[in-house]
């Protein structure tokens, strides 16, 4: 094999890479969907909620986008949705002209505390539930086994 060759998957790699890539995308669109009719709330919007509820109810509008892998541009303009709809709402940073607090509201509070019940349930319907105890921790150790040095090149998706 020279350098220039790809290191092909054999079969049973090809079946845990479709796998993992189908579950991950069907996995998504169940739990979305569950959220989006019993809360109506968007993914990104329960990511920003329950990122705030994380951090004392409010955070920088930078390290919020560094935290969920978004551009600051695409997080400012998602936030203004939600402002729009009384979620968060935006606070001048004392001496930092250029940035930006994200503060949950009261209404953003009820929002995410109604909708936590019904997202932990479709969590546990869909994934949890559905693994031995052995598979969740098998499962938590690959997470941050690939987590752990893509967090630390820290790119910032754009999608």
Not at 1 to 30: F, H, I, Q, V
Not at 71 to 76: F, I
Request: hydrophobic share 40%; no cysteine.
């Amino acid at each position: 094999m020279t350098a220039t060759e790809p290191r092909w998957l054999d079969d049973e790699e090809m079946r845990a890479w479709l796998a993992y890539r189908r579950m991950r995308l069907l996995l998504s669109a169940a739990i979305n969907r569950d959220l989006a009719q019993e809360a109506g709330l968007s993914e990104a919007d329960y990511d920003v909620l329950s990122n705030l509820t994380a951090s004392d109810d409010r955070r920088r509008l930078s390290e919020l986008a560094t935290r969920m892998q978004w551009s600051k541009s695409r997080l400012s303009h998602h936030i203004t949705r939600m402002e729009q709809r009384g979620l968060v709402r935006r606070e001048e940073v004392d001496g930092d002209a250029r940035g930006s607090l994200v503060v949950l509201t009261p209404h953003g509070r009820r929002t995410i505390e109604r909708a936590a019940p019904g997202h932990v349930a479709s969590v546990r319907r869909h994934l949890i539930d559905r693994l031995s105890e052995e598979q969740i921790r098998v499962l938590g150790e690959i997470g941050e086994l690939v987590l752990d040095p893509l967090e630390a090149e820290g790119s910032v998706a754009d999608g």
